[in-house]
């Protein structure tokens, strides 16, 4: 990955290894992935479907924190820099809060696209992947595709947009234009209506939110929120199967981000 450089973005790829071990996802590492369809984008929403009845986990709660745990928090780990990028976070989370979902997406998009630049977890955190909280990834001012996604999907449930609505959904990326074989491991953040909608993309390497059957160069491998593990044709498993996510959580608790 090149740091601050989305057009040479390369994604380090090990948190997209560790998906064998949610067994039985597929092995997302693809010499050739598939040509992108609506229907594959429209099967991984459709997968919801099944989710009530299986109640996997408790009723998705509203995203909350306590605001002065966070500032001494992020004070005392990254000093004043961290401190201010934190008071803009809040001040965008406040100035989005009662708009539009129109106006809401592109603000969240746009935020975190520019507060961070794109950097190698092997170089923020001396390990292969390390999925950062909003706080950590504010901090250091950089993050990879997951941090960017983790960092819109807590700031859009804060501003009040439905937990059910938002998936974490890991792809591969074309690199190299239409025709190249070339691909990488990615995660984007959608925005679905309903569980049987074309979602909405939000992407670290392009700030235009496009509909998934415009995004030609992605094509889905599995999703997950706060509520499940997607995959399509298959029922949602548990998210707490994925041990990065627990771990986010527990360290986000520790940070002052409730419940």
């Known amino acids: 990955m090149t740091t601050g450089s989305r057009a040479r973005y ?64 992020m004070q005392s780990r990254y000093g004043a820099k961290g401190a201010q990028a934190l008071r803009q976070w809040l001040e965008m989370l406040q100035q989005q809060t009662g708009k539009p979902l129109a106006q809401q997406l592109p603000g969240v998009n746009q935020f975190w696209n520019r507060a961070v630049v794109q950097a190698e977890d092997s170089v923020l955190w001396s390990q292969p992947d390390y999925w950062a909280t909003p706080v950590e990834t504010l901090g250091r001012g950089a993050g990879d595709c997951e941090d960017y996604v983790i960092g819109k999907y807590f700031s859009l449930l804060r501003v009040g947009v439905a937990a ?57 491998v599995f999703s997950f929120n706060a509520q499940g593990v997607y995959v399509a044709g298959a029922q949602p498993s548990p998210v707490d199967r994925i041990t990065r996510w627990r771990d986010l959580l527990a360290r986000m608790q520790q940070e002052g981000f409730l419940p």
């Open 164 to 220: 059910e609505n938002l998936r974490l959904i890991y792809v591969r990326a074309r690199m190299g234009g239409i025709g190249s074989t070339q691909s990488v491991a990615h995660m984007v953040l959608g925005h679905y209506e309903s569980p049987t909608a074309e979602p909405l993309v939000l992407d670290s390497m392009v700030d235009t939110i496009l509909p998934a059957s415009q995004r030609k160069d992605l094509t889905p």
């Open 10 to 73: 390369v994604h380090g790829g090990p948190a997209f290894d560790a998906a064998p071990a949610l067994s039985p996802l597929p092995r997302p590492l693809l010499p050739r992935p598939p040509r992108l369809s609506r229907r594959t984008w429209l099967a991984l929403g459709a997968a919801t479907l099944g989710l009530g009845a299986l109640r996997l986990g408790p009723p998705a709660l509203a995203f909350d924190f306590d605001t002065a745990r966070l500032q001494a928090g």
